[in-house]
């Protein structure tokens, strides 16, 4: 997985923590842990899944 994606999805974990990421991405945690550890990798639709994920988290902290 490319450091970007790896950083990314660091990001967005201590942004939301790692089951409510897990959550809203659909999968298991035990999966997002694989991919921020490297052990496995992220497919490219979950990337584009993520950047809707912080698109919404940032449109709901733009409406508080």
Known sequence: MTVAK???LQRAST???RDELARRLGIPPKLLEAWIAGDATMPDGQLLN???VLDRVA???RGK
């Open 6 to 8: 790896k950083n990314l």
């Open 15 to 17: 942004l939301l923590g």
């Open 50 to 52: 993520l950047s809707r």
């Open 59 to 61: 449109r709901e902290d």
